[in-house]
């Protein structure tokens, strides 16, 4: 056993007691989940994710394709484009947004 394998060994081992002292809870809950930066099974159920369509620029979602229209492009970013060319969000607020 080598040097980086007892630091890999002392890493998962502080891992594990921290996860004793303080369990990674859900990205919107309290529920505790196996890692951190994970939803709990029932927040992931509700989790809606970006997906086609959206506006070409900022990536808000359109309630069906006509609405980005020939440039696809959502009102906000046809009225003040903004200085990146593409961005996107992988998941919706919903207490945000509802489509
Ligand atoms: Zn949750
Ligand atoms: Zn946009």
């Known amino acids: 056993m080598g040097a980086t394998d007892i630091a890999a060994g002392l890493r998962q081992a502080g891992r594990v007691a921290l996860d004793l002292l303080l369990p990674p809870h859900c990205l919107t809950c309290d529920a505790v989940v196996d890692a951190p930066g994970r939803f709990c099974v029932s927040c992931f159920r509700h989790t809606n994710f970006v997906t086609a369509p959206c506006c070409d620029r900022c990536g808000l ?25 593409r961005a996107r969000a992988a998941l919706l607020y919903l207490s945000l947004i509802h489509i």
């Not at 979602?61 to 003040?80: D, S, V």
Request: proline share 16%.
């Open 61 to 85: 979602p359109f309630a069906h394709a006509a609405e980005g229209g020939a440039h696809g492009l959502c009102a906000a970013c046809l009225r003040h484009p903004p200085p990146w060319r």
